[in-house]
């Protein structure tokens, strides 16, 4: 079945910190990936997404992540984090076809202490 | 602006008591769906459409219909709400076939209290 894990439940960063979210998936062919931010009591917001070609995808709010076959992941960075960074984060994933459905990870609580 | 708008934003209830919540897109697109979000699952899907008169179910359809008459509009209903339906729903929509750009929009969410 085709799903996306996010290992972490919650992570704890100091502001000015780098920062690194797992994103783990198990597609029968390679998947389009996702990862949304979502701030306390507001909807969802794309960060970035990968379709093809370059692993290194940017993306918004100085966001990157980084596509491994080898590894089934697609990790979220950012170099320095900002306090308001502080939201909850999920990956999400799309197998080819346009009547494939987004499946999403359980999220990670990311906290920022100053 | 290009939106999905859902209605209700926040809704408190009580079992059984009919409800349907809104959905409606702006941008002509043939797919939509229904999202609920709780706690520790992340997000998961409750049904969707392909097109007008077209949708099937998702993971976790038990309690929930809906129709799609028209393009632009999708709503979700709960025939007789059970607390365990206590959840917040998303309702996105994408364009059917694949333009290189399809990444789903959603809407505002909906907080839905069933007592």
């Known amino acids: 079945a085709q799903s996306v894990t996010q290992p972490d439940i919650h992570i704890t960063v100091s502001e000015g910190a780098s920062l690194e979210l797992r994103c783990n998936y198990s597609?029968?062919?390679?998947?389009?990936l996702f990862w949304y931010v979502q701030s306390p009591g507001q909807g969802l917001q794309l960060l970035l997404k990968y379709f093809s070609g370059d692993t290194l995808v940017q993306g918004i709010k100085g966001f990157e992540a980084e596509f491994k076959r080898s590894q089934s992941s697609f990790n979220l960075r950012k170099p320095s984090v900002h306090w308001s960074d502080a939201a909850e984060y999920f990956c999400a994933g799309e197998g080819p076809g346009t009547a494939s459905k987004l499946t999403f990870g359980t999220g990670t609580r990311l906290q920022v202490t100053l | 602006e290009a939106q999905v708008t859902q209605n209700p934003r926040y809704l408190i209830t009580v079992t059984g008591k009919k409800l349907t919540v809104t959905c409606s897109q702006n941008?002509?697109?043939?797919?939509m769906s229904w999202y609920r979000q709780d706690p520790g699952l992340g997000l998961r899907q409750i049904y969707y459409?392909?097109?007008?008169?077209?949708?099937d179910k998702g993971d976790v359809p038990e309690g929930y219909k809906v129709s799609r008459k028209e393009k632009r509009n999708f709503p979700l209903i709960l025939e007789s709400p059970s607390p365990n339906q206590t959840s917040l729903y998303f309702c996105?929509?994408?364009?059917?076939?694949?333009?290189?750009?399809?990444?789903?929009?959603f809407g505002a969410g909906s907080r839905l209290t069933v007592l």
């Open positions: 941008m002509n697109h043939e797919y």
């Open positions: 597609y029968g062919a390679t998947p389009y």
């Open positions: 459409s392909m097109n007008v008169e077209v949708t």
């Open positions: 996105a929509s994408k364009p059917g076939h694949f333009t290189g750009a399809n990444v789903l929009t």
